[in-house]
T-cell receptor, first 116, second 112 residues
Framework: GAVVSQHPSWVICKSGTSVKIECRSLDFQATTMFWYRQFPKQSLMLMATSNEGSKATYEQGVEKDKFLINHASLTLSTLTVTSAHPEDSSFYIC????????????FGPGTRLTVL | SQQGEEDPQALSIQEGENATMNCSYKTSINNLQWYRQNSGRGLVHLILIRSNEREKHSGRLRVTLDTSKKSSSLLITASRAADTASYFCARVSSGSARQLTFGSGTQLTVLP
């Protein structure tokens, strides 16, 4: 069935480097995708809405120059964490609206980012 | 906080017992959804209840919605060890573009 994949599933990087996370919709197209961040034992916080063919919409408090989002095609959105710092260490999850559904979403399996 | 609140934060029960989780929110909604998250994984959609519905069932799941109290509950009957996970309510607010706002979550542990 239709699913959402993320790559990589985990990444460890040094402070100051950039990390790219990919989110792909499999077997369906997604003009919109969502990026969430989840700290340990906490809930998901929406970071931004990724829009195919146009700029992403960022939530209040999320730095758009630090978290670069590119929705290059109808099946791929990427999140790049630039100049990563230890406080950026978190679980990043993407989602895409289910086809033919008004409000439910498919979620990716998440990417664990650890910044040393 | 923009997020809803869920209680309890953590719930530990024996296999076979029922588990009830509650969710409260502050804004008007189009619908409210419940998701499950296994540790370190993505979320899986469980059930959606619309603002004009009061109760909905799916297998061992029962969801209620009280829009006058801005609250919802998720009941899992005859729980199994495999039900151990975090459970989140999420709402789509009136007028929003499919954005989900998640509650704080309940960590459910079902002991075998």
């Amino acid at each position: 069935g239709a699913v959402v994949s993320q790559h990589p599933s985990w990444v460890i990087c040094k402070s100051g480097t950039s990390v790219k996370i990919e989110c792909r919709s499999l077997d369906f197209q997604a003009t919109t995708m969502f990026w969430y961040r989840q700290f340990p034992k906490q809930s998901l916080m929406l970071m931004a809405t990724s829009n195919e063919g146009s700029k992403a919409t960022y939530e209040q408090g999320v730095e758009k120059d630090k978290f670069l989002i590119n929705h290059a095609s109808l099946t791929l959105s990427t999140l790049t964490v630039t100049s990563a710092h230890p406080e950026d260490s978190s679980f990043y999850i993407c989602s895409a609206p289910r086809p033919l559904s008004t409000d439910t979403q498919y979620f990716g399996p998440g990417t664990r980012l650890t910044v040393l | 906080s923009q997020q809803g609140e869920e209680d309890p934060q953590a719930l530990s029960i024996q296999e076979g017992e029922n588990a009830t989780m509650n969710c409260s929110y502050k804004t008007s909604i189009n619908n409210l959804q419940w998701y499950r998250q296994n540790s370190g994984r993505g979320l899986v959609h469980l059930i959606l209840i619309r603002s004009n519905e009061r109760e909905k069932h799916s297998g061992r799941l029962r969801v209620t919605l009280d829009t006058s109290k801005k609250s919802s509950s998720l009941l899992i009957t005859a729980s199994r060890a495999a039900d151990t996970a975090s459970y989140f309510c999420a709402r789509v607010s009136s007028g929003s573009a499919r954005q989900l706002t998640f509650g704080s979550g309940t960590q459910l542990t079902v002991l075998p």
